[in-house]
T-cell receptor, first 115, second 114 residues
């Protein structure tokens, strides 16, 4: 248990569906992240939020829409996804407000399959 | 493009054997982190090394940061089945457009057979 929870753990959706991934951290951290993990590829940073403000969008397609209502919660809204978007989506948090060297705490991930 | 290359990509050994995983780059990093990820879970931070030449030990795991801060290694002594997992290195970039960013290697999958 790392103090970062994600729901759902598994999600299967069609290309026309709209769904949302949820992340919650109980560590009192100020920064939260979304990563995409695909087989045989390095972790890909998608978004960074510091103190609820988005500070990084790593050229992510608009069919992925993040939302950070407060420092403890992070959402990823999904709409009209493609089969190649199937992957493990990981949420992480860290103490400092940025991509610093203080280490990141990851949630267990949501395994997403797009049909 | 700053890349972190890990080797080997896959390693299958018997319980009790020693192994070393390497993480190499042509870029300099202000610090380097190692994570372990088990199936169905997210990565868990094992250690952060920040000084060139630094060595840190975590029970049977020994981590070293290269003198030039471009590479790192993870050595496991007397591996156990519980060490099985995906080992990821990640470095904080010090130069260029990605300064301050954490970039990950592609990972080394370790399987320790009883």
């Amino acid at each position: 248990e790392t103090g970062v929870t994600q729901t759902p753990r598994h999600l299967v959706m069609g290309m026309t569906n709209k769904k949302s991934l949820k992340c919650e951290q109980h560590l009192g951290h100020n920064a939260m992240y979304w990563y995409k993990q695909s087989a045989k590829k390095p972790l890909e940073l998608m978004f960074v939020y510091n103190f609820k403000e988005q500070t990084e969008n790593n050229s992510v397609p608009s069919r992925f829409s993040p939302e950070c209502p407060n420092s403890s919660h992070l959402f990823l809204h999904l709409h009209t996804l493609q089969p190649e978007d199937s992957a493990l989506y990981l949420c992480a948090s860290s103490q400092e407000g940025g991509l610093a060297a203080d280490g990141q705490f990851f949630g267990p991930g949501t395994r997403l399959t797009v049909l | 493009t700053q890349l972190l290359e890990q080797s080997p990509q896959f390693l299958s050994i018997q319980e009790g054997e020693n192994l070393t995983v390497y993480c190499n780059s042509s870029s300099v990093f202000s610090s380097l982190q190692w994570y372990r990820q088990e199936p169905g879970e997210g990565p868990v931070l094992l250690v952060t090394v920040v000084t060139g030449g630094e060595v840190k030990k975590l029970k049977r795991l020994t981590f070293q940061f290269g003198d030039a801060r471009k590479d790192s290694s993870l050595h496991i002594t007397a591996a156990q089945p519980g060490d099985t997992g995906l080992y990821l290195c990640a470095g904080v970039v010090v130069r260029g457009s990605n300064t301050g960013k954490l970039i990950f290697g592609q990972g080394t999958t370790l399987q320790v057979k009883p």
